[in-house]
């Protein structure tokens, strides 16, 4: 499949450039292949370079903003005399923690990826429109997704948030949560289920909250848990299993504390607590105990290295107010 996609650069008669993707679909840490086609035009021209950019949309406190999260050289400078026609093949390298925009070859609602090539000439740079990029999800990521659609979640929405997640090591200045509503038997205990990818060369750190329903005359409120796989284990988990496994303590440990009027951050005891939320998925230091996923012997298989599910004891989502905008 080729995707292609015209700009003009500089007014009339000046250069104009083609980027001709092989294929747009790719996943995390795989690469874009293609090339960029530029063809003279009426009179000699410096190009002072070519660069490629991986945007995408991301949510702030001050409103959406196009981000620029990867760059890379095509070439330098070099003199495109006029009608010659230069190609430029690529190899665009996808960050492993690019956020996933399509599943079973659907646009999640919410999300905006594209390649944007920048021409630079006489040191004013060219920022053509963006040639739309599909990245699907890995195998442990597609498993757990769908292990959610087997229970009967329903995808809400998908977004990017500014900001940083606690506890994991991550490069982008911004995370993604895909939000799902809860099927009929967790309804009454969970308004909806927010899921974090934070993927690497060996395997994915998974990041759940489960924003949970007050009772009578108790406010709601969000616990997290939060586990890895390697890519290597991803097939050979039963994870509809596993996902029910956490889901459930999540709902059981809501149904515990409101009989036991453990709101507000204080666990019931013998159960740990969970924290406050702060807006946008920022964490708020809880009081009570770390609770942890009680997961049956063998579920799992040996992949999930320990399921904390409890309280944030510190911020879980940090806005580290990092990051370049692109207006």
């Known amino acids: ?19 001709v993707l092989a294929n ?23 190009i002072d370079g070519v660069v490629l950019g991986l945007v995408t949309r991301v949510e702030s406190e001050h409103g959406d903003s196009f981000v620029e999260f990867h760059r890379l ?21 996808v960050p492993w923690e690019t956020p996933i925009t399509d599943v079973y070859g659907q646009r999640l609602r919410g999300m905006t990826m594209g390649l944007r090539t920048e021409l630079a000439v006489a040191k004013a740079v060219d920022k053509g429109d ?4 599909a990245v699907h999800p890995l195998p442990a990521q597609e498993r757990i997704l769908d292990a959610f659609a087997r229970l009967g979640f329903r995808f809400k929405s998908a977004d990017l948030e500014r900001g940083a997640i606690y506890g994991v090591r991550t490069t982008l200045p911004f995370y993604q949560e895909i939000e799902f ?3 009929p038997q967790y309804a ?10 934070i993927a690497d060369p060996q395997g994915v750190e998974v990041v759940l909250e489960f924003d949970k329903r ?9 616990s997290y848990g939060r586990f890895r796989v390697s890519h290597s284990d991803a097939d050979t988990t039963d994870w509809a299993a596993v996902v029910e496994q956490w889901v459930s303590e ?20 013998g159960h740990g607590g969970y924290g406050h939320a702060g807006h946008h998925g920022h964490y708020r230091r809880g009081h009570g105990g770390m609770g942890m996923g009680a997961m049956a012997a063998g579920v799992a298989g040996g992949v999930v290295g320990g399921m904390i599910l409890g309280e944030a004891m510190e911020e879980v989502f940090e806005d580290d107010g990092g990051g370049s905008e692109e207006e």
């Open 181 to 183: 509503y809860p099927p």
């Open 24 to 46: 747009p679909n790719t996943r995390p840490g795989l690469a874009l292949e293609g090339q960029v086609q530029i063809a003279g035009g009426d009179h000699d021209v410096a």
């Open 214 to 222: 007050g009772g009578f005359l108790a406010p709601g409120h969000d």
């Open 188 to 197: 009454g205990a969970i308004n909806e289920v927010e899921v974090t990818f």
């Open 250 to 269: 999540a709902a059981g440990r809501y149904q515990g504390m409101r009989a036991a009027g453990g709101f507000g951050g204080h666990g019931a005891p």
């Open 73 to 93: 050289p095509v070439a330098g400078a070099f003199k495109l005399s006029k009608g010659e026609q230069r190609d430029l093949p690529f190899s665009f390298p």
């Open 1 to 19: 499949m080729v995707f292609k996609k015209m700009m003009r650069a500089f007014g009339v008669g000046g250069p104009t450039v083609d980027t």
């Open 130 to 133: 963006l040639d739309e990029v």
